[in-house]
């Protein structure tokens, strides 16, 4: 069965479950045991948070999760370092690098506030922001993962703090000093086409033929050739996608490079063409969307 | 006087104004005349929306706005080609680039149910979230800019379509076909001190010595050492960040390079040194941080 990254239908965030079992039913969390279930060539889609993991920290919107492994079965401490490479961790890595949303369920826990008192219950779904090594209380080297809740749609809660715009900018009013005053300076998106097409690439770009390798994973970013929303509307198909580094999505969105009807990369301020794109036997590229884009930096220039 | 982003103390979203004189001396639009308040070094922080611009449309949360430049001041009609280089567009354009809000006050236009009916007002924070060029309804090229509402703190409005996150994720529940289901996979903010430490290096990667050119302006991106937030409380000051290229941010942020005490740059999986890091004169680097960023993701291997 494929895996299903976000809300499970009929499971709405506060359903409750008696056990493991139900969950699994449920289609919630699959794993019986295990409480990442993921791979890292898929992600992860679901984790159990519970109580008695000494190195967890729960803050509502906000959790730090330790990874798997290295645990003694029987009393949950830590008995030897753990490995990013563990299938669980991996999936963690994974949804982290995509932004896949990852379905939180908290069970019992007596020492947060935020864990039901009893029964297991699905809290929504949260991003993975961030991870790191650490040596964890019981000595051993720990992996942790950073997670925030997406609010929900029409929900009225404030935003997770990480990801706050503060809307007085770098207005020069003084606030308190604890405050640190960020803005968003791009948000990069995918989508299920996005995915696909990366998958044809195993992350490789198409421009300069670079694979971004992180700790647990590849990189790369999805480029819509003709933009996604107004006032473009270029359609999410595999035909308008492009497997980018971020380099190279940055300049192609930014009308640096467009392309020719022969898929030459185009140097947009000399005119001159760096190379080939590179293209999978599979990935069909529709020239009307090629057009579009190179349309959008070029009208009314001597190139246009 | 500095040019101030993000909302004007004292005058809250909704205010009104009598006349672009009112405008100007209440700080929230600086010009008399011109539309657009910025340069391309600084941004643009706040721009008119008035009638009788051909091309602009207006869909609430969504503005496409049309740049400076070309236009018969009694007609308003475009009489030549925009240019990117002028100042007001170059603004949109930088503060798209940094992800700067921008103030925007709309004027009385008959065309649009979002106007307001007389006087200005002033309706809040936008992003740039992206521009390009078209032929006009007037013959011409023009520059045009899409701006996104940026959710008030509190607001219960949804957020802007182009920032929606889908919570049904990618679940295999088909949704109606309009629907593009995405999510966010990489968010990059910016702060006024992650700006001053972009400026020393005129945006130039201080690990590959990359600048990306794109069409219009340069762009970096501010890499916190220590990250920001939970569970590493990084703080934002010049000592704990630096600029780099979007693909030198990634493989920095998850940890396939940190640095070495005497600042080299250091490969994750060889732990080879691949070079040292720039650093401008101005610009001290805290090794405490530094330190911390490399126990992040070395802690419990052999080079940890």
Redo the contacts between chains.
């Keep these: 069965m494929?895996r299903?990254?976000?809300?499970?239908?009929g499971q709405p965030v506060g359903t409750t479950y008696n056990n493991r079992r139900e969950l699994h039913d449920a289609g919630v969390h699959a794993p019986l045991q295990a409480g990442i279930s993921g791979t890292g060539k898929e992600g992860a889609d679901s984790i159990v948070v519970s109580g008695g993991y000494v190195d967890d920290?729960d803050?509502g919107d906000?959790i730090?999760y330790t990874g798997h492994g290295g645990r003694d079965a029987n009393t949950g401490r830590q008995v030897r370092?753990q490995e990013l490479s563990d299938p669980g961790n991996a999936g963690l890595v994974r949804s982290e690098?995509?932004?896949?949303?990852v379905r939180v369920i908290r069970g019992r826990n007596p020492d947060s506030p935020y864990a039901p008192t009893s029964r297991l219950r699905y809290d929504g779904?949260f991003?993975v922001?961030?991870h790191?090594?650490?040596?964890g209380i019981d000595g051993?080297?720990i992996w942790?993962f950073?997670l925030a809740k997406?609010?929900?749609?029409?929900s009225?809660t404030?935003a997770p703090?990480?990801?706050q715009?503060?809307?007085?900018?770098?207005?020069?009013?003084p606030g308190p000093p604890s405050v640190?005053?960020?803005?968003?300076?791009?948000?990069?998106?995918?989508?299920?086409v996005v995915?696909q097409v990366k998958a044809w690439y195993n992350h490789e770009c198409q421009i300069c033929r670079?694979t971004?390798?992180?700790?647990?994973g590849l990189?790369s970013?999805g480029a819509h050739i003709q933009?996604?929303?107004?006032?473009?509307y270029g359609p999410?198909v595999v035909e308008n996608v492009l497997c980018l580094?971020?380099?190279d999505?940055?300049?192609f969105?930014?009308?640096?490079i467009y392309l020719s009807d022969e898929l030459k990369v185009i140097d947009?301020?000399t005119g001159e063409a760096k190379s080939a794109l590179f293209i999978h036997p599979s990935h069909r590229i529709d020239p009307r969307y090629v057009a579009y884009h190179r349309?959008?930096?070029?009208?009314?220039?001597a190139r246009?």
Excluded: M
């Excluded at 690098?97 to 949303?101: A, D, F, K, M, Y």
């Excluded at 933009?227 to 473009?232: C, N, Q, T, W, Y």
């Excluded at 969105?253 to 640096?256: C, I, K, L, T, V």
């Excluded at 349309?295 to 220039?301: K, L, P, V």
């Design positions: 494929a299903i990254f976000g809300h499970i239908k920290e803050y906000t730090v370092n690098l995509e932004g896949l949303p779904l991003r922001e961030s790191g090594a650490k040596v051993y080297r942790q950073t997406i609010p929900e749609e029409g009225t404030a703090r990480s990801s715009t503060t809307l007085e900018g770098f207005a020069d009013t640190i005053e960020t803005v968003v300076q791009r948000i990069v998106r995918s989508t299920k995915q670079l971004l390798s992180v700790a647990g990189y970013e933009a996604l929303g107004s006032p473009h999410d580094c971020p380099n999505h940055v300049l969105d930014n009308g640096a947009a301020p349309a959008r930096w070029t009208t009314g220039t246009g």
